[in-house]
């Protein structure tokens, strides 16, 4: 058996990305753990009808976890089929129930259903971190619902918002995420027990005289394992269920990637409100020493897009399985749906790592609502104006000049006099008092009815949780 090190070629996702519950499933002892489990379920139906004695049966569960890669490697690079190689494997180990093993069967009797009993196994996890995440959401959002920040459209201020409003809208998304995983899911299915064309005529040959009939063996056997089957498939489950799921995946990088790219710009110092847990020993930069680059949301961002490009070879799949099959596919779902597992499980670990961690930085966000927040509170006083009887266009004329003038001064560094001209017009006082004024000019209670709506995100979370 090859021996993986260093000195060769391995996956990231072997050794740096994701974690152990994820690669265990799509390692290649379980795989041959669930397909021996698969053996004996069809075994154990067939009993039922004869055609398997107890004494085989026993044998086989006896032998079920006793795995040997490098006997099935070495039949393998003889006999050049890796299915075979496993069965002859498991034969040798069980010499009374050999004849019995995969009877009637095709590879992709075994194979689909290994494959959709590990999604199944695989999406758990996705969904269970999702909720940690999620729940992570929501604890933010309690803490941070009222607390008002200046909002960007164009990258450029706009009006205020509040730290919990915004992260409402990833928890929002987040949440039917979930859901949709939730409903892929539960409708997983194998491709059953149905032969080399989907027809299953060799079960029912095989059957003939006996007391059950395709069908029923085959309920038998998906009962085992506790998975429903396709209906109808050809040699292969429809291809269109790998498609599936790799686009819930791929909605899901969607979310975390938006999120993640906005805490990015938030962690820039021009902005400077939020920022990724930061080591006492950690090093941003191996030639700038002060650097405090957002590595986690990077990588992150880069995993995600590498997730979303993986739908596109399953999209190719299903759509270009011939007739009632081909080997075209085989190749690529080796390497597409581990390795889409195995990157949204980093994706979600360090999202966590980073959420449960993260540093909101008040004083940058005084700042920035003292700079820019009292451009959008004008807005609250041209309201006023109007509602005085003031004429709507002069007062936005001259609320605008004063505008202009105070941007300016910001971007030359200088202190915004924006609210001390505004409130000592002479013509604004003539319709509002100084200090209505200046009440009206406090950009932290322009925030509308955000905080209402983080707590609606938040109740609609809970529910999921």
Same mark, same amino acid.
């Given at each position: 058996m090859t021996s993986f090190t260093h000195d060769t070629y391995i996956s990231p996702f072997t050794w740096r990305y994701s974690n152990s519950k994820m690669r265990e499933i799509y390692s290649e002892k379980h795989k041959r753990i669930l397909l021996r489990k698969i053996w004996i379920a069809l075994a154990s139906a067939q009993k039922e009808a004869n055609l398997v004695t107890q004494k085989q049966l026993e044998e086989l569960l006896a032998h079920k976890t006793d795995i040997d890669i490098e006997r099935a490697t070495e039949i393998e690079s003889k006999i050049h089929h890796d299915l075979m190689a496993e069965i002859k494997t498991y034969a040798e180990q069980?010499?009374? +129930?050999?004849?019995?093993?995969?009877?009637?069967?095709?590879?992709?009797?075994? $194979?689909?259903?290994? /494959? +959709?009993?590990?999604?199944? %196994?695989?999406? %758990?996890? !996705?969904?269970?971190?999702?909720?940690?995440?999620?729940? =992570?959401? !929501?604890?933010? *959002?309690? %803490?941070?619902?009222? $607390?008002?920040?200046?909002?960007?459209?164009?990258?450029?201020?706009?009006?205020?918002?509040?730290?919990?409003?915004?992260?409402?809208?990833s928890a929002q998304d987040l949440i039917d995420?979930?859901?949709? =995983?939730?409903?892929?899911?539960?409708?997983?299915?194998?491709? &059953? *027990?149905?032969?080399?064309?989907?027809?299953?005529?060799?079960?029912?040959?095989?059957?003939?005289?006996?007391?059950?009939?395709?069908?029923?063996?085959? /309920?038998?056997? *998906?009962?085992?394992?506790?998975?429903?089957?396709?209906?109808?498939?050809?040699? !292969?489950?429809?291809?269109?269920? /790998? =498609?599936? !799921?790799?686009?819930?995946l791929s909605n899901l990088a969607c979310t975390l990637y938006k999120f993640f790219i906005d805490f990015r710009l938030l962690q820039s110092p021009p902005i400077g409100e939020w920022s990724e847990p930061f080591g006492k020993n950690q090093v941003g930069s191996s030639a700038m020493p002060f650097k405090r680059n957002p590595i986690n949301s990077e990588k992150i961002d880069s995993l995600c897009r590498f997730i979303s490009s993986q739908a596109n070879t399953l999209w190719q799949n299903s759509a270009q399985t011939l007739l009632e099959r081909t080997l075209d596919d085989s190749a690529n779902r080796r390497i597409v749906l581990p390795n889409s597992f195995l990157a949204i499980d980093e994706v979600l670990i360090t999202s966590i790592k980073v959420?449960? @961690?993260?540093?909101?930085?008040?004083?940058?966000?005084?700042?920035?609502?003292?700079?820019?927040?009292?451009?959008?509170?004008?807005?609250?006083?041209? *309201? %006023?104006?109007?509602?005085? &009887?003031? @004429?709507?266009?002069?007062?936005?004329?001259?609320?605008?000049?004063?505008?202009?003038?105070?941007?300016?001064?910001?971007? #030359?560094?200088?202190?915004?006099? =924006?609210? #001390?001209?505004l409130i000592n017009d002479k013509v604004i006082l003539k319709y509002v008092s100084k200090d209505k004024a200046n009440d009206l000019l406090n950009a932290d209670e322009y925030i509308g009815d955000a905080p209402l709506r983080v707590q609606m995100v938040i109740d609609e979370a809970l529910k999921v949780l």
């Open positions: 069980c010499p009374n +129930a050999a004849a019995i093993i995969h009877m009637g069967a095709t590879s992709m009797d075994i $194979l689909d259903n290994m /494959d +959709a009993i590990r999604i199944k %196994e695989a999406l %758990e996890i !996705v969904i269970n971190k999702s909720k940690e995440l999620l729940s =992570l959401y !929501v604890d933010k *959002m309690k %803490e941070f619902k009222n $607390l008002p920040c200046m909002a960007f459209t164009h990258i450029q201020p706009a009006e205020p918002t509040t730290v919990g409003y915004r992260i409402a809208q995420d979930i859901k949709e =995983l939730e409903l892929v899911q539960k409708d997983i299915k194998g491709k &059953g *027990m149905k032969g080399a064309v989907g027809t299953a005529a060799s079960y029912s040959e095989l059957l003939k005289g006996t007391n059950l009939n395709p069908k029923e063996m085959e /309920d038998i056997v *998906m009962n085992k394992l506790k998975i429903k089957a396709f209906n109808a498939a050809t040699q !292969v489950y429809t291809r269109k269920q /790998d =498609l599936r !799921v790799v686009n819930a959420v449960s @961690n993260m540093n909101i930085h008040k004083t940058a966000i005084e700042r920035n609502m003292k700079s820019y927040g009292i451009f959008a509170a004008s807005e609250r006083l041209l *309201m %006023e104006l109007g509602r005085n &009887g003031a @004429n709507r266009q002069e007062m936005h004329e001259l609320i605008r000049e004063h505008s202009l003038k105070a941007w300016k001064e910001v971007q #030359e560094g200088k202190e915004n006099t =924006l609210k #001390e001209n």
